[in-house]
């Protein structure tokens, strides 16, 4: 799209500056609403980060810090190789340092977005509250750009907004790497015939309009614009970098505040917390699961073995009509069970007896 939009060089006429201008923001644009895609991915480690603290695998800061050490690289170098492409077919200055300096703070511009998504997904309770909060924040932060409102018009008051605008900081370093040199700008008659109409519909008198200057005389005029005197005249490295940086640290310390906030340590909330139902603790569900089940090849012995269970008379007593039952009296007679009704006989003695013939 910006090669389709903006492809080949612009020149240096009145038409080119504002062709320029509008791919620059437009790509400071599209790389920082890029990040808000992050916010959902976030959400859902934040699930699995919480069930991994809650068995103390490990504890929120160290989490934080490794996720921001592995995907730094990724993104920087990401961020970087769009910008050197944006930069060449947008058709900006031709300078091998412009075009590095202009990679870099679009890079860290990314960063910076990035780590404000991270703080809105540590900050909103869920993912739809996330997702609408992030580009409403984003969006503010672009009034205060200094492309759709100039900065000067804006009343006192905002200027706490443009602190923290990371749209302000790197727009104003974009466009400083892009027309911070003294190059001087043609002017065509299509551009003082513009200029001449523009003050014929204010109300100028025609003794004004015979001879007019061109509207943008030079690079450092259109920067004055834009920026202001103050803003243009302050080099990149002492006032963009440092903010752009600041902010990087602000919305990362951010984020990893809340998150800690929203996911307290387990150890050091267990004084101030109720007590967990012992059948929602996972290491109480694991023991009677070996009690019920017996133990396992690998579990330790129990130190203390529970004592053998006392045997009953009922499971020691003879059958019913054993010597032995006659003898243990009525108490083992009336525990022992019944045999089945059969032929009785009259005399045990008797039967037993030979027959005399």
Do not use: M, W
């Amino acid at each position: 799209v910006v090669g389709a939009l903006y492809g080949g060089g612009r020149g240096h006429d009145q038409q080119s500056v504002s062709d320029r201008t509008g791919a620059i923001f437009f790509v400071l644009v599209n790389q920082s609403f890029s990040t808000i895609a992050s916010i959902r991915v976030f959400l859902e480690e934040r699930a699995v980060v919480d069930h991994e603290r809650r068995r103390r695998a490990y504890g929120v800061a160290p989490y934080f810090l490794a996720k921001t050490a592995a995907e730094l690289p990724a993104q920087t170098l990401c961020a970087l190789l769009f910008g050197v492409l944006a930069y060449r077919l947008a058709g900006l200055r031709r300078d091998p340092a412009a075009a590095a300096a202009h990679a870099a703070i679009l890079a860290l511009a990314t960063l910076v977005a990035e780590s404000l998504s991270l703080a809105v997904g540590a900050i909103a309770p869920d993912a739809r509250t996330a997702v609408a909060l992030g580009p409403a924040l984003l969006s503010v932060s672009l009034l205060f750009a200094g492309f759709l409102v100039t900065l000067d018009s804006l009343p006192a008051p905002t200027r706490l907004f443009q602190a923290t605008s990371l749209f302000r900081h790197a727009f104003a370093a974009l466009l400083k790497i892009e027309f911070g040199v003294d190059a001087p700008l043609t002017c065509a008659p299509r551009d003082t015939a513009r200029l001449a109409r523009t003050l014929r519909d204010a109300g100028a008198p025609p003794a004004l309009l015979a001879d007019l200057p061109c509207p943008i005389p030079d690079s450092r005029a259109h920067l004055h614009n834009l920026l202001g005197p103050a803003v243009a005249a302050a080099p990149v490295a002492t006032t963009e970098l440092p903010a752009l940086l600041l902010l990087f640290l602000a919305f990362r310390a951010a984020a990893l505040l809340a998150l800690r906030r929203r996911l307290p340590d387990p150890s050091s909330s267990a004084s101030s917390a109720p007590r967990r139902r012992p059948a929602d603790d996972d290491d109480h569900d694991d023991h009677l699961l070996r009690d019920a089940r017996g133990a396992a090849p690998g579990d330790r012995p129990r130190d203390h073995p529970q004592p053998p269970r006392p045997s009953s008379s009922a499971d020691t007593a003879p059958p019913n009509g054993h010597p032995a039952s006659r003898a243990a009296g009525p108490a083992a007679r009336d525990l022992a069970p019944p045999l089945p009704d059969g032929p009785k006989l009259k005399d045990t003695d008797a039967a037993c007896a030979p027959a005399s013939g």
